[in-house]
């Protein structure tokens, strides 16, 4: 999922207020700075997320050829589970 940095920003400073709002959080320094760590955490997941979509994509490129042309496979199921094993794998949520 690719998000824009608007996006990232909305989304950072949502959950540093519900975490600040249900108590879960104290601030010992600026808030600037928790802000800071919370968008690099969520640009990191993204990233990730994003590298794992290019090896599925590569990989199911690679079976695909090793199973030769006459094989009838649904492409995006095979994504799919593609996707969900090398995230297993990787212990990358979903």
């Known amino acids: 999922m690719r998000l824009k940095e608007e996006q990232i920003n909305r989304l950072a400073e949502k959950v540093l207020a519900d975490l600040a709002a249900a108590g879960l959080i104290e601030l010992k320094r600026e808030r600037g700075a928790a802000l800071a760590a919370i968008k690099a955490a969520i640009a990191d997941d993204i990233r990730g997320e994003e590298a794992l979509e290019k090896d599925a994509e590569k ?16 492409r995006q199921r095979m994504l799919r589970m593609i996707k969900e094993k090398l995230a297993k794998d990787r212990k990358i949520v979903l």
């Open 59 to 74: 990989l199911l490129d690679q079976t695909l050829a090793a199973m030769g042309s006459g094989t009838a496979i649904d």
